[in-house]
């Protein structure tokens, strides 16, 4: 049963900083594509950032590039969020998703299996 679980979501100032979890469960972590998305509210869901691990892949959006880091922690089957200097146009639900398919599109909803319950981040000016 796979199982994704996000945390680490919260209220921020401006400026400010947060790092999101998500522990993954049910598969082979190693072998899969990681996301993480965003929807904030009347918005479609939007790509934030991703990793293959094979092969290294690493992709961002250009609205957070140089703000937020994907990794991970193989050991621990889980992927991490750091969100830097965070915007109040950052506030969403954020979500953690899987792929399990090789090559799928990475930046698109519909490369990933699965996907975690979210988490949400608010940014206050």
């Known amino acids: 049963q796979v199982q994704l679980v996000e945390s680490g979501g919260g209220l921020v100032q401006a400026g400010g900083s947060l790092r999101l979890s998500c522990a993954a469960s049910g598969f082979t972590f190693s072998r899969a594509a990681m996301g993480w998305f965003r929807q904030a509210p009347g918005k479609e869901r939007e790509f934030v950032a991703a990793f293959r691990q094979i092969g290294g892949y690493t992709t961002y959006a250009g609205s957070v590039k140089g703000r937020f880091t994907i990794s991970s922690d193989n050991a621990k089957n889980t992927v991490y969020l750091q969100m830097n200097n965070l915007k109040p146009e950052d506030t969403a639900v954020y979500y953690c998703?899987?792929?399990?398919?090789?090559?799928?599109?990475?930046?698109?909803?519909?490369?990933?299996?699965?996907w975690g319950q979210g988490t949400q981040v608010t940014v206050s000016s």
């Open positions: 998703a899987a792929g399990l398919v090789f090559r799928a599109p990475v930046r698109e909803t519909s490369g990933y299996d699965y």
